[in-house]
Protein backbone atom coordinates (compact mmCIF):
# COMPACT_ATOMS: atom_id res chain seq x y z
CA UNK A 1 0.00 0.00 0.00
CA UNK A 2 1.06 3.31 -0.77
CA UNK A 3 2.77 5.38 1.95
CA UNK A 4 -0.02 8.58 1.54
CA UNK A 5 -3.22 5.85 1.84
CA UNK A 6 -1.26 4.53 5.00
CA UNK A 7 -1.32 8.19 6.26
CA UNK A 8 -4.80 9.09 5.42
CA UNK A 9 -6.49 5.79 6.76
CA UNK A 10 -4.09 6.95 9.78
CA UNK A 11 -5.43 10.15 10.23
CA UNK A 12 -9.41 8.87 9.24
CA UNK A 13 -8.99 6.44 11.91
CA UNK A 14 -7.97 9.11 14.57
CA UNK A 15 -10.43 11.22 13.99
CA UNK A 16 -13.13 8.32 14.30
CA UNK A 17 -11.50 7.69 17.86
CA UNK A 18 -11.27 10.86 19.16
CA UNK A 19 -15.14 11.47 18.02
CA UNK A 20 -16.15 8.63 19.50
CA UNK A 21 -13.86 9.09 22.48
CA UNK A 22 -15.53 12.18 23.12
CA UNK A 23 -19.37 11.33 22.66
CA UNK A 24 -18.56 8.54 25.07
CA UNK A 25 -17.64 11.19 27.96
CA UNK A 26 -20.06 13.65 27.00
CA UNK A 27 -22.71 11.28 27.55
CA UNK A 28 -21.45 10.14 31.20
CA UNK A 29 -20.96 13.68 32.27
CA UNK A 30 -24.62 14.39 31.70
CA UNK A 31 -25.77 11.38 33.09
CA UNK A 32 -23.86 12.23 36.56
CA UNK A 33 -24.95 16.20 36.28
CA UNK A 34 -28.61 14.46 35.98
CA UNK A 35 -28.97 12.78 39.04
CA UNK A 36 -29.42 14.24 42.31
CA UNK A 37 -27.03 12.93 45.11
CA UNK A 38 -28.61 11.20 47.82
CA UNK A 39 -28.93 13.06 51.02
CA UNK A 40 -30.46 12.05 54.98
CA UNK A 41 -31.14 14.04 57.64
CA UNK A 42 -28.71 13.87 60.59
CA UNK A 43 -28.96 14.85 64.48
CA UNK A 44 -26.82 17.77 65.08
CA UNK A 45 -25.87 19.82 68.30
CA UNK A 46 -27.83 22.73 68.03
CA UNK A 47 -25.14 24.18 70.72
CA UNK A 48 -21.97 22.72 72.96
CA UNK A 49 -22.99 19.50 75.08
CA UNK A 50 -21.16 18.75 78.12
CA UNK A 51 -19.98 15.11 79.24
CA UNK A 52 -22.35 13.41 81.52
CA UNK A 53 -25.02 16.76 80.68
CA UNK A 54 -28.76 14.87 79.82
CA UNK A 55 -29.96 15.72 75.96
CA UNK A 56 -33.10 17.50 75.50
CA UNK A 57 -34.90 18.21 72.08
CA UNK A 58 -33.61 22.10 72.91
CA UNK A 59 -29.69 20.91 72.33
CA UNK A 60 -30.53 19.09 68.88
CA UNK A 61 -31.37 20.10 65.17
CA UNK A 62 -31.13 18.50 61.75
CA UNK A 63 -28.94 18.84 58.80
CA UNK A 64 -28.65 17.34 55.58
CA UNK A 65 -25.84 15.66 54.25
CA UNK A 66 -24.95 13.14 51.58
CA UNK A 67 -26.02 9.85 52.43
CA UNK A 68 -22.25 8.40 51.59
CA UNK A 69 -20.84 10.81 54.26
CA UNK A 70 -22.92 9.80 57.06
CA UNK A 71 -21.75 7.56 59.38
CA UNK A 72 -23.46 4.47 60.29
CA UNK A 73 -23.57 5.35 64.02
CA UNK A 74 -25.09 8.67 63.48
CA UNK A 75 -28.38 9.60 65.18
CA UNK A 76 -31.20 9.74 62.64
CA UNK A 77 -34.11 10.65 64.79
CA UNK A 78 -34.00 12.92 67.82
CA UNK A 79 -35.63 10.15 69.79
CA UNK A 80 -33.16 8.46 69.75
CA UNK A 81 -30.71 10.42 71.56
CA UNK A 82 -32.88 12.26 73.76
CA UNK A 83 -33.22 11.52 77.55
CA UNK A 84 -29.99 10.08 77.08
CA UNK A 85 -26.87 11.59 78.57
CA UNK A 86 -23.35 12.21 77.03
CA UNK A 87 -20.36 10.59 77.48
CA UNK A 88 -17.87 12.98 75.74
CA UNK A 89 -18.40 16.12 74.76
CA UNK A 90 -20.27 17.31 71.58
CA UNK A 91 -19.44 20.51 69.88
CA UNK A 92 -21.96 22.82 68.25
CA UNK A 93 -22.24 21.41 64.88
CA UNK A 94 -21.05 18.28 65.29
CA UNK A 95 -23.27 14.64 64.50
CA UNK A 96 -25.01 13.35 67.55
CA UNK A 97 -23.29 9.72 67.54
CA UNK A 98 -25.50 6.96 69.11
CA UNK A 99 -21.75 5.32 70.71
CA UNK A 100 -21.23 8.59 72.62
CA UNK A 101 -24.30 8.41 74.74
CA UNK A 102 -25.95 6.15 77.33
CA UNK A 103 -29.00 5.77 79.23
CA UNK A 104 -30.35 7.21 82.10
CA UNK A 105 -30.55 3.72 84.00
CA UNK A 106 -26.27 3.61 83.65
CA UNK A 107 -26.48 7.28 85.51
CA UNK A 108 -24.33 6.11 88.30
CA UNK A 109 -21.47 5.19 86.39
CA UNK A 110 -20.87 9.44 85.86
CA UNK A 111 -20.67 9.55 89.53
CA UNK A 112 -17.87 7.04 89.66
CA UNK A 113 -16.38 8.26 87.20
CA UNK A 114 -16.33 11.40 88.66
CA UNK A 115 -15.49 10.28 92.03
CA UNK A 116 -11.29 10.98 92.59
CA UNK A 117 -9.05 8.18 94.01
CA UNK A 118 -9.77 7.55 97.91
CA UNK A 119 -12.81 9.27 98.08
CA UNK A 120 -16.24 8.34 98.46
CA UNK A 121 -19.69 9.84 96.84
CA UNK A 122 -22.62 10.39 99.88
CA UNK A 123 -25.81 12.52 99.77
CA UNK A 124 -28.05 14.52 101.70
CA UNK A 125 -31.02 15.66 101.86
CA UNK A 126 -31.87 19.05 101.22
CA UNK A 127 -34.61 21.60 100.66
CA UNK A 128 -34.39 25.42 99.45
CA UNK A 129 -32.87 26.84 102.01
CA UNK A 130 -30.46 24.54 102.93
CA UNK A 131 -29.35 24.14 99.60
CA UNK A 132 -28.86 28.04 99.68
CA UNK A 133 -31.60 28.58 97.55
CA UNK A 134 -30.95 26.02 94.95
CA UNK A 135 -27.78 27.93 94.18
CA UNK A 136 -25.57 25.22 94.58
CA UNK A 137 -24.38 23.52 91.52
CA UNK A 138 -21.86 20.46 90.65
CA UNK A 139 -18.12 21.61 91.20
CA UNK A 140 -18.82 23.87 93.45
CA UNK A 141 -17.50 23.96 97.19
CA UNK A 142 -19.15 24.17 100.03
CA UNK A 143 -18.71 24.08 103.86
CA UNK A 144 -21.23 21.79 105.78
CA UNK A 145 -22.66 23.49 109.03
CA UNK A 146 -24.58 21.16 111.56
CA UNK A 147 -26.84 22.18 113.86
CA UNK A 148 -27.96 20.26 116.75
CA UNK A 149 -29.64 20.74 120.08
CA UNK A 150 -28.26 20.38 123.84
CA UNK A 151 -29.59 19.36 127.33
CA UNK A 152 -30.22 23.10 128.19
CA UNK A 153 -32.60 23.19 124.84
CA UNK A 154 -30.21 25.52 123.06
CA UNK A 155 -29.37 25.04 119.70
CA UNK A 156 -25.67 25.10 118.68
CA UNK A 157 -23.86 25.26 115.53
CA UNK A 158 -20.26 24.58 114.05
CA UNK A 159 -18.64 23.83 110.85
CA UNK A 160 -18.17 19.86 110.82
CA UNK A 161 -16.46 20.05 107.33
CA UNK A 162 -15.03 22.58 104.77
CA UNK A 163 -14.39 23.27 101.35
CA UNK A 164 -16.16 19.95 99.69
CA UNK A 165 -16.57 19.29 96.34
CA UNK A 166 -19.73 18.89 94.76
CA UNK A 167 -20.87 16.05 92.29
CA UNK A 168 -24.49 15.80 91.56
CA UNK A 169 -27.39 18.27 92.59
CA UNK A 170 -30.18 16.28 92.46
CA UNK A 171 -30.02 14.06 88.98
CA UNK A 172 -27.87 16.93 87.45
CA UNK A 173 -24.04 16.27 87.13
CA UNK A 174 -23.43 19.58 84.87
CA UNK A 175 -23.56 23.42 85.58
CA UNK A 176 -26.88 24.63 84.57
CA UNK A 177 -26.66 27.16 81.75
CA UNK A 178 -28.21 30.31 82.57
CA UNK A 179 -31.08 30.08 79.20
CA UNK A 180 -32.10 26.46 80.95
CA UNK A 181 -35.21 26.92 83.33
CA UNK A 182 -34.74 26.78 87.45
CA UNK A 183 -35.30 23.56 88.82
CA UNK A 184 -35.82 22.41 92.33
CA UNK A 185 -33.64 19.30 94.12
CA UNK A 186 -33.97 17.58 97.26
CA UNK A 187 -30.37 15.96 97.64
CA UNK A 188 -27.12 16.91 96.77
CA UNK A 189 -23.97 14.36 96.40
CA UNK A 190 -20.45 15.38 98.23
CA UNK A 191 -17.27 14.04 97.69
CA UNK A 192 -15.57 13.16 100.68
CA UNK A 193 -12.97 10.82 102.38
CA UNK A 194 -14.16 7.72 104.09
CA UNK A 195 -13.75 9.51 107.92
CA UNK A 196 -15.56 12.53 106.37
CA UNK A 197 -18.29 10.75 105.30
CA UNK A 198 -19.23 8.83 108.78
CA UNK A 199 -19.03 12.60 110.04
CA UNK A 200 -21.47 13.41 108.06
CA UNK A 201 -23.70 10.87 108.04
CA UNK A 202 -23.38 10.98 112.00
CA UNK A 203 -24.38 14.69 112.08
CA UNK A 204 -27.56 14.01 109.72
CA UNK A 205 -28.53 12.10 112.43
CA UNK A 206 -27.91 14.08 115.27
CA UNK A 207 -29.39 17.37 113.94
CA UNK A 208 -29.79 19.64 111.20
CA UNK A 209 -27.22 19.81 108.16
CA UNK A 210 -26.94 23.26 106.16
CA UNK A 211 -24.71 24.13 103.02
CA UNK A 212 -22.40 27.07 102.81
CA UNK A 213 -21.59 27.97 99.63
CA UNK A 214 -18.11 28.86 98.95
CA UNK A 215 -16.30 31.88 96.36
CA UNK A 216 -14.57 30.24 93.69
CA UNK A 217 -11.41 32.17 94.84
CA UNK A 218 -10.19 33.32 97.97
CA UNK A 219 -10.82 36.90 98.73
CA UNK A 220 -8.46 39.42 98.71
CA UNK A 221 -8.94 40.22 102.59
CA UNK A 222 -8.45 36.67 103.77
CA UNK A 223 -4.94 36.92 101.98
CA UNK A 224 -4.07 39.97 103.19
CA UNK A 225 -4.89 39.78 106.99
CA UNK A 226 -3.56 36.78 108.23
CA UNK A 227 -3.63 35.86 111.31
CA UNK A 228 -3.61 38.27 114.70
CA UNK A 229 -1.25 37.14 117.36
CA UNK A 230 -3.64 35.86 119.51
CA UNK A 231 -5.37 33.54 116.42
CA UNK A 232 -1.95 31.90 116.75
CA UNK A 233 -2.32 30.11 119.88
CA UNK A 234 -6.10 29.08 119.46
CA UNK A 235 -7.42 25.52 118.78
CA UNK A 236 -10.73 26.10 116.10
CA UNK A 237 -13.48 24.25 116.48
CA UNK A 238 -12.93 22.81 112.62
CA UNK A 239 -10.54 22.68 109.87
CA UNK A 240 -8.43 25.89 108.35
CA UNK A 241 -6.07 26.04 106.00
CA UNK A 242 -2.85 27.39 107.02
CA UNK A 243 0.04 29.06 104.26
CA UNK A 244 3.49 29.01 104.66
CA UNK A 245 5.52 32.59 104.88
CA UNK A 246 8.77 30.61 104.14
CA UNK A 247 10.10 27.03 104.08
CA UNK A 248 9.80 25.14 106.89
CA UNK A 249 10.32 21.43 107.94
CA UNK A 250 7.15 18.65 109.13
CA UNK A 251 8.25 16.80 111.56
CA UNK A 252 6.70 13.09 112.90
CA UNK A 253 6.18 14.57 116.30
CA UNK A 254 5.78 17.76 118.17
CA UNK A 255 9.50 18.71 118.62
CA UNK A 256 12.56 19.76 117.49
CA UNK A 257 13.96 15.56 118.77
CA UNK A 258 11.40 14.24 116.09
CA UNK A 259 12.46 13.18 112.80
CA UNK A 260 12.00 15.44 109.70
CA UNK A 261 9.50 13.50 107.35
CA UNK A 262 9.28 16.17 104.80
CA UNK A 263 10.53 19.73 103.40
CA UNK A 264 7.42 22.20 103.21
CA UNK A 265 7.75 24.68 100.16
CA UNK A 266 7.36 28.64 100.98
CA UNK A 267 3.50 29.63 100.05
CA UNK A 268 2.13 26.06 100.62
CA UNK A 269 -0.75 25.87 101.94
CA UNK A 270 -1.81 23.30 104.66
CA UNK A 271 -4.74 21.79 106.33
CA UNK A 272 -5.15 22.37 110.12
CA UNK A 273 -5.63 18.67 111.73
CA UNK A 274 -7.21 20.32 115.01
CA UNK A 275 -4.70 19.19 117.24
CA UNK A 276 -2.04 21.28 118.99
CA UNK A 277 0.86 20.18 121.52
CA UNK A 278 3.69 22.10 123.66
CA UNK A 279 6.87 21.20 123.62
CA UNK A 280 9.30 21.36 126.62
CA UNK A 281 10.25 24.66 125.69
CA UNK A 282 6.78 25.74 125.53
CA UNK A 283 6.67 26.11 121.48
CA UNK A 284 3.60 25.31 120.20
CA UNK A 285 3.17 22.77 117.45
CA UNK A 286 0.49 22.10 114.95
CA UNK A 287 -0.52 19.23 112.87
CA UNK A 288 -1.15 19.47 109.88
CA UNK A 289 -1.91 18.09 106.14
CA UNK A 290 -0.04 18.81 103.14
CA UNK A 291 -0.81 18.99 99.43
CA UNK A 292 0.38 15.47 98.87
CA UNK A 293 -1.99 14.49 101.82
CA UNK A 294 1.21 13.96 104.43
CA UNK A 295 0.41 14.60 108.01
CA UNK A 296 2.79 15.81 110.43
CA UNK A 297 3.83 18.52 113.05
CA UNK A 298 4.80 21.99 112.29
CA UNK A 299 5.59 24.80 114.60
CA UNK A 300 2.96 27.74 114.53
CA UNK A 301 6.15 30.54 115.16
CA UNK A 302 6.03 30.26 111.14
CA UNK A 303 2.90 29.97 110.32
CA UNK A 304 0.21 32.67 108.65
CA UNK A 305 -3.49 31.87 109.18
CA UNK A 306 -5.46 32.52 106.24
CA UNK A 307 -8.78 30.93 106.94
CA UNK A 308 -10.62 29.94 109.96
Do not use: C
Amino acid sequence: MKPKKILLLAVISGLITTFLFYTIMNKQISSASGEEAMMAEVIVAREDIQQNQKITEELLTRKQMPEDQVHAQTARKASDVVGLFATADIKEGESVMLHRVQPSEDEDEFVTKKVTEGHRAVSISVDYVKSVSNLVEPEDFVDVVLSEGTEGETIESKVILENVRVLSVGQRMVEKKSDEPEEEYTAVTLELKQEEAVKLVNGSERGNLQLVLLSEQISEREEKEGASPDTENKTTEHSSYITLPEQSLLREGPGLDYPVSDVISKGSKLKNLNEQKTDDEERMWMFVETPGEKKGWISSRILKQVNE
